[in-house]
């Protein structure tokens, strides 16, 4: 390792992932794991959910921010496992570094795949980690849901097109349905058939199996 106030760069021999899983063992609360452009290595991969797995089992809060470039190279399935479990998972379009921030006292940074210059670092001076981990937080909190990225359909009807297929869903007529959003009737018929034109269907019944078969009715029944 080369070390320069506070700064450390981990040595290119392709096992720094040891170093890391040292600091793993001792987070005390809070990990933040950020993934634009993972390496191409099955180690880290393995790494990855090493982190998340061990500190979600020890009741640690983690926060996972993944590029959609990322989800793309992934089994979904690990990542839904992660969520399922008390795993904060958000997706971002925003340029950002590989990072793994450890109780905002220790980060570790790297380079991904197809990097000229591959690099680890491990950061500790006080300054540069409030102003990483504040940047991670910031880019997470401005973020997509997990789910709403698998599903696009999801975020794009609104919060009000999700009461609405609430009211379907729960058999009430136009009047009462209305009454119950506090719109018009007029309005809320519109509603309806905004949802047979974005799930492709011709019937209020349509409706309701199509937006089964897309997973939208859990989400709708929390609203």
């Given amino acids: 390792m080369m070390r320069q106030d506070g700064i450390v760069r981990f040595s290119q021999d392709g096992h720094w992932d040891r170093d890391v899983q040292v600091l793993l063992q ?5 990990a933040v794991v950020a993934v634009s ?26 926060r996972l921010l993944y590029s959609p470039g990322y989800l793309e190279t992934r089994d979904r399935q690990p ?20 990072a793994l921030i450890l109780d905002r006292r220790v980060a ?3 380079s991904g795949a197809g990097a000229e210059q591959p690099y680890a670092y491990l950061i500790r001076d006080p300054a540069l980690l409030r102003a990483l981990h504040q940047f991670a937080v910031l880019a997470w909190q401005s973020a997509g849901g997990l789910t709403d990225h698998l599903n696009p359909l999801r975020a794009e ?10 009211t379907l869903e729960l058999g ?4 009462a349905a209305a009454r119950r959003l506090g719109m018009s009737l007029r309005t809320y018929r519109r509603h309806v058939a905004d949802l047979m034109d974005r799930l492709g269907v011709q019937t209020r019944f349509q409706i309701g199996m199509r ?10 029944r929390e609203l």
Avoid: Y
Wanted: net charge neutral.
């Fill in 172 to 175: 009430l007529i136009d009047e």
């Fill in 37 to 62: 452009n993972p390496t191409r290595s099955d180690d880290h991969l393995r790494l990855g959910q090493l982190v998340v797995g061990d500190l979600l089992a020890h009741g640690k809060q983690v």
């Fill in 211 to 220: 937006a089964a078969e897309l997973g939208l009715l859990g989400r709708a």
């Fill in 79 to 98: 990542l839904l496992r992660h969520s399922s479990l008390g795993a904060q998972i958000r997706i971002t379009d925003n340029d950002f570094h590989n």
């Fill in 26 to 30: 001792h987070v005390r609360s809070e």
């Fill in 108 to 110: 570790v940074l790297w």
């Fill in 157 to 166: 009807l609104g919060e009000a097109g999700r009461k609405v297929l609430r």
